[in-house]
């Protein structure tokens, strides 16, 4: 994870209940300068700092203009 080396970073995960999602989540948390992880999940997850879920309907016809307003806020820093 050398790419965020002494960078404060935030993420936005869609799906990181699944297999592939959980082990992406998990490699993003172990690293220090991840200050804020969005799940997007169709269902609510338990809460752990630093994530923030996120429930949405991956069906609902404004669900890309909702998941890019949530990607506006987890790249301005101190958000969230």
Do not use: H
């Not at 609510?44 to 990607?71: G, H, K, S, Y």
């Amino acid at each position: 994870m050398s790419l965020f080396m002494n960078r404060n970073f935030a993420a936005i995960v869609l799906g990181g209940t699944g297999q592939v999602g959980a082990a992406a989540v998990a490699k993003m948390l172990a690293v220090p300068e991840c200050r804020e992880l969005v799940m997007v999940t169709r269902k609510r997850i338990a809460a752990r700092p630093p994530v923030r879920n996120i429930v949405l309907d991956t069906a609902a016809a404004d669900f890309c203009e909702r998941t890019a307003d949530i990607a506006r806020t987890a790249v301005k820093p101190g958000s969230g």
